[in-house]
């Protein structure tokens, strides 16, 4: 599967897809970088995508920044499947990311399901589940 090794050829070859519907990138191993890359590629180039998909990609809270941004700048985009992150701590850093991700889920003009893969068991998984039906419940 592809790495965080891979992510700058796959955002690269992004740009030049821009009718581009559906990015299925579960199974990987692109972890927080990998899926960072991809998120600042597909928020930056604001393709056609409207599915997308992250699952099983070992993704932390750290993924969040980018992954808000393409909620915040995709206007098409209306499901995006996520890993429920592995929280290593509940500190304040991915407090703040789930925050800032569920906001924007709220003010999104087109997004309409955020599914998170697996449980953490963790306090801030369980906040990040609860916040999400929550803000999906408004749209």
């Known amino acids: ?4 090794e891979d992510s700058p ?3 690269g070859a992004l740009s030049m897809m821009p009718n581009l519907q559906t990015l299925n990138l579960a199974g990987n191993r692109l972890g927080d970088e990998g899926v ?9 180039s604001c393709t056609s995508i409207e599915k997308l998909c992250f699952w099983y990609n070992g993704m932390t809270f750290k993924s969040f920044p980018g992954l808000t941004k393409i909620v915040q700048t ?6 995006l499947y996520l ?6 701590a509940d500190d304040d850093e991915s407090i703040r990311a789930v925050l800032d ?6 003010l999104s003009g087109s997004l309409r399901r955020v599914s ?10 369980a906040l990040l589940t609860l916040l999400l039906a929550e803000a999906l419940s408004d749209l």
């Not at 599967?1 to 965080?4: D, E, K, P």
């Open 83 to 88: 890993d429920r992150p592995v929280a290593s």
């Open 101 to 106: 991700f569920t906001e924007a889920v709220k």
């Open 9 to 11: 050829t796959l955002a």
């Open 116 to 125: 998170c893969w697996k449980q953490d068991g963790s306090e801030l998984g």
């Open 74 to 79: 995709c206007s098409l985009i209306k499901e």
């Open 1 to 4: 599967g592809l790495t965080s």
């Open 36 to 44: 960072s890359t991809i998120a600042l590629a597909v928020s930056n």
